[in-house]
């Protein structure tokens, strides 16, 4: 069964208006939390690291006021896209691990499709 | 140069071919290595993690050459469902947040 799941698996909203993604550990504590977006034919891009009870890590060139991460608790964290604009619309993932070994596998969400109109 | 590269495929193979993946990496403190498969449109999923030694699962073959940055990937007897695209990770030290590095992605297409 997932042990990563992400809510919701597809979206669509209007220009201007902003959307929470929400990822969820089901198995497992997760202190940290990975944000992915990855565009059609292309790799998945890390676009923060959300740690929980603290503020999250952003990637060079992702604005963080757009990209709100929340990670209040061990099992749960949220990514909300702040004013979407139709550039917003992509495929966005979350993924944790069990950072008790560097080698363990990362999980992810189902993914969550944006599209922006 | 990319952090990971991989062949840019795509890869069109007849059932119960054989088919090789290769991918190189730049950070050379670089500590983990994997094989992720992702089908369109879906999440990724672990395939399997590449050993130094080298490591097998079935027709699964992966070999690490960490001198040369080199990771490869081995699918014998490819069947129809093997078809998706093949991501090279690489883990990358620094920090406790493990961040992992994608590499575009091989797609496999096995035709009957």
């Known amino acids: 069964g997932a042990v990563v799941s992400q809510h919701p698996s597809w979206v669509i909203c209007k220009s201007g208006t902003s959307v929470k993604i929400e990822c969820r550990s089901l198995?497992?504590?997760?202190?940290?939390m990975f944000w992915y977006r990855q565009f059609p034919k292309q790799s998945l891009m890390l676009m923060a690291t959300?740690?929980?009870?603290?503020?999250?890590?952003?990637e060079q060139g992702v604005e963080k006021d757009k990209f709100l991460i929340n990670h209040a608790s061990l099992t749960l964290s949220t990514l909300t896209v702040t004013s979407a604009h139709p550039e917003d619309s992509s495929f966005y993932i979350c993924?944790?691990?069990?950072?008790?070994?560097?080698?363990?596998?990362?999980?992810f969400g189902q993914g969550t499709r944006l599209t922006v109109v | 140069r990319k952090e990971v590269e991989q062949d840019p495929g795509p890869f069109n193979v007849p059932e119960g071919a054989t088919v090789a993946f290769n991918c190189t990496y730049s950070n050379s403190a670089s500590q983990s290595f994997f094989w992720y498969r992702q089908d369109c449109r879906k999440e990724p999923k672990l395939l399997m993690s590449?050993?130094?030694s080298g490591n097998e699962d079935g027709r699964f073959t992966a070999q690490l050459n960490r001198a040369s940055q080199y990771i490869s990937l081995l699918i014998r007897d490819s069947k129809l469902s093997d078809s998706a695209t093949y991501l090279c990770?690489?883990?990358?030290?620094?920090?406790?947040?493990?961040?992992?590095?994608f590499g575009k992605g091989t797609l496999l297409t096995v035709n009957p």
């Open positions: 990770v690489v883990n990358d030290p620094g920090g406790s947040n493990y961040k992992l590095t």
């Open positions: 959300s740690n929980e009870g603290s503020k999250a890590t952003y």
């Open positions: 993924s944790a691990r069990n950072i008790g070994a560097m080698n363990t596998e990362a999980f």
């Open positions: 590449v050993y130094s």
């Open positions: 198995d497992f504590q997760a202190t940290t």
